[in-house]
DNA sequence: ACCATATCGTTATGATCATAACGATATGGG
DNA sequence: CCCATATCGTTATGATCATAACGATATGGT
């Protein structure tokens, strides 16, 4: 059963055993439902300069406070490499603050700007009618057991 | 029933502006979602030398046989700039061929090569692997569930 | 036949992401 | 004190993605 004749049938569409179907693939409907949710919110804060990544960011910070640029990176699921580059084009355009952490040297602290933080406190509410509208196609109960499945499947995350 | 106001408000009082949680947002869950799936299959293919996006492209390839560069996009969720790169990435490591069409001088057919359809047999049962590890956390039921709903989601799309 | 419109593929720019390799700094155990 | 180990931030490379602008080709209405 190893050399099976899967591999020599162009659509497999005669063989059960290639039922497989990409549609049906949790990674694949994960790429496609993140592309909607992000268009759906660039399409608001996009007047505002800012892309899904950076708010996820800013959000974050203005619910936690300052922090460390990795521990920032952590918390929004992004590598040391990936939110040293969000970091430094938000602080390029006057939004967030960077200082030496006092006790660590290896450390940099990020902090708001007064602009930065209104922005963001601005931009959340265009954020959950982005959400909003995302989810429309669910009814309220169906929302909810997605959230909820969602957040178990990335569970593990440091928070 | 409404969820329990879970969230843990830092300063006790329910003022509903400060009940924005990041985690609860759609747009954020399905990101770190994402990621942990791309994560899962890029682990297996990787010694293969695809991508999980350059993977969904053959795999959409494999199910429904040739087609001109951008419906092949289309099928996948990538704009025409991007399955271009996709394609042409492909195609120089010679897993993907491609002719113009011959009924639209403007269409590019894009079809395997051998190697690059025997490559995508193989590698289809490491996705079917990968998405049974990204939903190991979620009993069968579950998994169907959501599942249906990321389905639902995302209807909309060219099939 | 003509023309407005749509589609196809391309180019360019900028942002996002993973990975690997690196130097600098903490930290804890011997 | 010293060294192994871990963490922090950085650099570089390559892939992924959206957007905008463009030329070429089809297509449908008049």
Redesign the pocket.
């Known amino acids: 059963m190893s050399t099976e004749k899967a591999a020599a049938l162009p659509h497999g569409v005669e063989d059960p055993s290639s039922a497989y179907s990409l549609d049906g693939q949790v990674g694949f409907l994960l790429?496609c439902a993140y592309?909607r949710a992000?268009?759906n919110l660039?399409?608001r804060i996009a007047d505002h300069g800012l892309?899904p990544?950076?708010f996820s960011v800013m959000a974050r910070l203005y619910e936690r406070g300052s922090m460390?640029?990795?521990?920032l990176g952590r918390l929004v699921?992004?590598?040391?490499?990936?939110i040293?580059?969000?970091v430094q084009?938000l602080k390029r355009r006057g939004l967030l603050e960077t200082r030496p952490a006092p006790d660590?040297?290896?450390?940099?602290v990020i902090d708001f700007s007064e602009k930065g933080r209104s922005l963001i406190a601005r931009l959340i509410p265009l954020e959950i009618e982005s959400s909003a509208q995302t989810l429309a196609s669910l009814n309220p109960e169906e929302q909810q057991t997605l959230l909820q499945l969602l957040g178990r499947l990335v569970e593990a995350e440091d928070r």
């Open positions: 790429r592309q992000s268009g660039l399409r892309t990544a950076q460390s640029q990795n521990r699921g992004m590598e040391p490499a990936n040293r580059d969000v084009r660590d040297a290896r450390r940099l």
